[in-house]
């Protein structure tokens, strides 16, 4: 049998894709047609897992699970109504993660699934936040089945508020649907959505 000659060699060159005939030369994410700039660039984000990817992570790739809640994810921010940025708890039978849009692109991002997540500037935050007046590790966001969601300061530089109330550093306060939260300067919304996990 003769020696597949392709074995080991890069795919490219197989496939002929280094022909300069086909090589690219416009930058993709700037110029979608000849002379048209985007209206907006700060919408354009960079690469970064997909939402439904995530979302199949997080639920062990159960679909029935993610049709239950990809629809409250994907109209979280219709439900705003006192501001531009969000931070949605998503229960789910005894999973529970954050969908939040708190970035420079206004982007849905989603948490891992836990019971505890660090919000701030820190690398280490698994709710990474844009605003310089927010503290490396700003405030932690929990949940517990019994007390549900709460958010407690870290002893932040700028201060934590839920509704113009000023947080305590360490003293944990329960969060509720359509609560307004300050972080410094940064204001959002905090929604929380309990999906049923049999459908009706």
């Known amino acids: 049998m003769a020696p597949l000659s392709f074995l080991g060699s890069d795919p ?7 022909s300069p005939a086909l090589s690219p030369t416009l930058d993709h ?26 979302l199949l992570r997080n639920l062990n790739f159960d679909l029935e699970a993610v049709t239950q809640v990809i629809d409250p994810i994907l109209t979280a921010r219709n439900y705003c109504h006192r501001g ?3 931070l949605q708890g998503i229960i789910l039978a005894d999973q529970c993660f954050i969908a939040s849009n708190l970035n420079r ?15 701030g500037r820190g690398a280490g935050c698994k709710i990474m936040l844009p605003d310089w007046d927010v503290s490396f590790y700003h405030a932690s966001l929990s949940f517990d089945a ?17 509704n113009h109330q000023r947080l305590s550093p360490a003293q944990p306060q329960g969060l509720q649907d359509g609560d307004m939260v300050q972080l410094g300067k940064l ?14």
């Open 105 to 119: 692109y206004q982007d849905i991002q989603i948490t891992p699934c836990g019971s505890r997540w660090l919000i």
């Open 146 to 162: 019994e007390m549900g969601f709460c958010l407690t300061d870290l002893a932040s530089s700028a201060g934590t508020l839920i």
């Open 29 to 54: 994410r700037n110029a979608a047609a000849p002379g048209v700039v985007p209206r907006d660039r700060r919408r354009l984000s960079p690469a970064q897992p997909t939402l439904l990817d995530s």
């Open 12 to 18: 490219a060159e197989v496939y002929g894709l280094h």
């Open 187 to 200: 204001r959002l919304e905090f929604l929380q959505e309990l999906c049923l996990t049999d459908p009706l």
């Open 84 to 86: 531009d940025y969000y």
